[in-house]
């Protein structure tokens, strides 16, 4: 979630991007058109109920006409989620504001949400911070009461395994963090072997190989609950531009395994904003440019395979929904017709049968304005109806 500093250079940007690339044409035959089917949305000036005030550090100019420091906590930055089966799901927001520098006052936060399709709306339920009363971060944290904030990780991605816990992806590390059900750490943060991110406290003077907050934007979690996938936003110094490393971790060995696969994003100039497993062999992987609103050219989902059967050394890509291009004949989003979700940054997939998908933006408050130029976007929630079945394993969803 980069924001600030690719408003303004949109044009430029877009540009480079006009044209569609080769692996849309070739991968549309095997899914075609989706359908939006659900729509509901979280305002953007949304703030826990009684929470400390935050964005001191952004200044006081007004940003897209909301004036910061903020009264509240607010609820913002969806990076990851995890379904419920109750209707409820559970949001990660990131680091807050953008950068270490400025998030200090952000506390970290899974919310509990409600989307309700019928209304157009999304509840907010309740959540909790994330918290190192037992002292396991190895560095020095920003506050006293060791409740986390966005100056101590940028945390982007997570999954809940089969004991009820979380497992957390970081982006400044980058490492693996471990939550109980009340996000108490429960363990040491697990450092990724011979990769590190500018923000990483154990630097000692080093050089860095990886980008700032490239670290890991996505994480899946296998069907059988037994390892992780976290995938890297960034390309690791030395790998050919625009490849993205996706590694296993072994959550009962609590290691990294020797096995590693490669990601090729379409354009060297994109990202990913999430992955989550379909089976054994294949994930969902959102890929985007850095674009928003009108300028806006790829926001995509991709079913990607590790079978690697072009044998090209990179998961195979299918793509199974264009985000910019949903069919919307009912007008659920706005007037029958097309529906673009056309934000800066998309960051939430989840599977909730074996043909829809429920997708959430990471609305960058206060700074993006995809949805309507001059105003924050809202935090919203929309339903995919993909034109076939992904075949995906049962447990993946029930």
């Known amino acids: 979630m980069k924001r600030i500093a690719i408003l303004m250079c949109a044009g430029a940007l877009t540009l480079g991007l006009a044209a569609v690339p080769a692996s849309a044409d070739r991968d549309r035959g095997a899914f075609g058109r989706a359908t939006l089917?659900?729509?509901?949305?979280?305002?953007?000036?949304?703030?826990?109920?009684?929470?400390?005030?935050?964005?001191?550090?952004?200044?006081?100019?007004?940003?897209?006409?909301?004036?910061?420091?903020?009264?509240?906590?607010?609820?913002?930055?969806?990076?990851?989620?995890?379904?419920?089966?109750?209707?409820?799901?559970?949001?990660?927001?990131?680091?807050?504001?953008?950068?270490?520098?400025?998030?200090?006052?952000?506390?970290?936060?899974?919310?509990?949400?409600?989307?309700?399709?019928?209304?157009?709306?999304?509840?907010?339920?309740?959540?909790?911070?994330?918290?190192?009363?037992?002292?396991?971060?190895?560095?020095?944290?920003?506050?006293?009461?060791?409740?986390?904030?966005?100056?101590?990780?940028?945390?982007?991605?997570?999954?809940?395994?089969?004991?009820?816990?979380?497992?957390?992806?970081?982006?400044?590390?980058?490492?693996?963090l471990h939550f109980d059900r009340?996000?108490?750490?429960?363990?040491?943060?697990?450092?990724?072997?011979?990769?590190?991110?500018?923000?990483?406290?154990?630097?000692?003077?080093?050089?860095?190989?990886?980008?700032?907050?490239?670290?890991?934007?996505?994480?899946?979690?296998?069907?059988?609950?037994?390892?992780?996938?976290?995938?890297?936003?960034?390309t690791v110094s030395g790998d050919p531009a625009g490849t993205l490393r996706m590694y296993e971790f072994d959550l009962r060995a609590r290691s990294y395994t020797d096995r590693r696969w490669t990601y090729r994003l379409d354009d060297p100039s994109h990202a990913i904003g999430d992955a989550i497993a379909v089976d054994g062999n294949r994930f969902l992987i959102i890929e985007r440019d850095n674009l928003q609103g009108d300028a806006a050219k790829v926001k995509r989902i991709y079913l990607a395979d590790t079978r690697d059967r072009d044998r090209d050394g990179a998961l195979d890509k299918t793509l199974v929904a264009d985000l910019l291009d949903l069919a919307d004949p009912r007008g659920l989003g706005g007037a029958p017709g097309t529906f673009r979700f056309p934000f800066q940054t998309i960051e939430d997939v989840v599977i909730l049968d074996d043909r829809t998908l429920g997708v959430l933006d990471d609305n960058n408050f206060p700074f993006s304005n995809g949805r309507t130029p001059g105003k924050p976007d809202d935090n919203e929630f929309i339903t995919v109806r993909l034109t076939r079945g992904l075949q995906a394993d049962p447990r993946v969803y029930r």
Do not use: C
């Open 37 to 176: 089917t659900g729509f509901a949305s979280l305002p953007a000036l949304t703030f826990v109920p009684g929470s400390e005030p935050s964005g001191s550090l952004l200044g006081t100019a007004p940003v897209n006409g909301v004036t910061p420091p903020f009264g509240g906590q607010p609820v913002q930055g969806f990076s990851g989620i995890v379904r419920r089966h109750d209707g409820t799901f559970e949001v990660l927001s990131d680091n807050g504001y953008g950068n270490k520098a400025n998030s200090s006052d952000f506390l970290l936060r899974v919310h509990r949400i409600k989307p309700d399709f019928r209304n157009r709306s999304v509840r907010l339920l309740g959540g909790f911070h994330l918290t190192d009363p037992r002292g396991l971060v190895p560095f020095p944290l920003t506050r006293q009461d060791r409740t986390l904030t966005g100056a101590d990780f940028d945390v982007e991605s997570i999954v809940r395994t089969t004991d009820g816990t979380y497992w957390i992806g970081d982006e400044f590390g980058p490492y693996l």
């Open 182 to 234: 009340k996000g108490r750490l429960m363990e040491a943060p697990v450092a990724l072997p011979g990769v590190k991110a500018p923000e990483n406290p154990d630097l000692n003077g080093g050089q860095p190989n990886l980008g700032s907050s490239k670290g890991f934007e996505g994480m899946a979690r296998s069907v059988d609950g037994r390892r992780l996938y976290p995938l890297l936003e960034g």
